[in-house]
């Protein structure tokens, strides 16, 4: 059992940078595979990034070489650190955790950027 709670998210203009933080409230070393969705509204869920526990990572199109993702297993932490942000990254942020039994998500953080 692990609880996620992410940060970090706000309001920002066109082209500005956030990192947004997934805190988990034990250790992430058994999380085999953790990543970033993101919501707007009335849309479904998409996935953002993902990440295995060997640092292994994956992009959609539309934040490719815009958004980096990260893990600190030492800092039960994951990050997403998103650059030269546009407004249809307008969404609410969520952090997730596979495990081979288990999919945890956190509650979800919202970004808006405005133009």
């Known amino acids: 059992q692990v609880q996620l709670v992410e940060s970090g998210g706000g309001l920002v203009q066109t082209g500005g940078s956030l990192r947004l933080s997934c805190a988990a409230s034990?250790?992430?070393?058994?999380?085999?595979?953790m990543g970033w969705y993101r919501q707007a509204p009335g849309k479904q869920r998409e996935l953002v990034a993902s990440?295995?526990?060997?640092?292994?990572?994956n992009y959609a199109d539309s934040v490719k070489g815009r958004f980096t993702i990260s893990r600190d297993n030492a800092k039960n932490t994951m990050y997403l650190q998103m650059n030269s942000l546009k407004p249809e990254d307008t969404a609410v942020y969520y952090c997730?955790?596979?495990?081979?039994?288990?999919?945890?998500w956190g509650k979800g953080t919202q970004v808006t950027v405005s133009s």
């Open positions: 997730n955790a596979v495990t081979t039994s288990y999919v945890y």
């Open positions: 034990r250790s992430i070393f058994g999380l085999n595979v």
């Open positions: 990440i295995t526990n060997r640092g292994s990572t």
